[in-house]
Structure formats: C-alpha cells, structure tokens
C-alpha cells in the first residue's frame, strides 16, 4: 500500500483490535486494506493504520523490544 500525501499514519502493533477501536468506537470509515494496512476515514482526514513490524522491517532491522 502506498503513503498518500497529507494522509496520518497510525503505527500499531495489533492491526484487528486497532482497526476494531478506530471503526467500531471513534467511527472511522473503513477504505482498502491491502499488504496489512488500512486506510480509514474520518471527517475528510485519511489515516493510514499498520502493524509497527512493517515500519520497523525496513528501517531498523535487528531491533529488539
């Protein structure tokens, strides 16, 4: 999935009980969902929500908790 311009990233690390707070309890609209991201919706604002494994993949291999 690719970044959109202006769009805010929510890093994650539960990708359903995340999608499940954003939709289910602040009312954000879902989008697509593609590669284990979601773009969601809210009040013309796009967000882009994904598991913290696929930032930290390709920045910081190697990183340990």
């Known amino acids: 999935m690719n970044f959109e311009p202006g769009e805010i990233n929510i890093i994650c690390t539960h990708l359903t009980a995340s999608r499940h707070f954003y939709e289910e309890i602040l009312g954000f ?19 882009l929500l994904y598991k913290r494994s696929l930032y930290f993949s390709s920045f ?5 908790d």
């Not at 609209?29 to 967000?47: D, P, T, W």
């Open 29 to 47: 609209e879902f989008i697509e969902e593609e590669q284990g991201a979601v773009r969601l919706s809210c009040k013309q604002q796009n967000f």
């Open 60 to 64: 910081a291999k190697g990183y340990d």
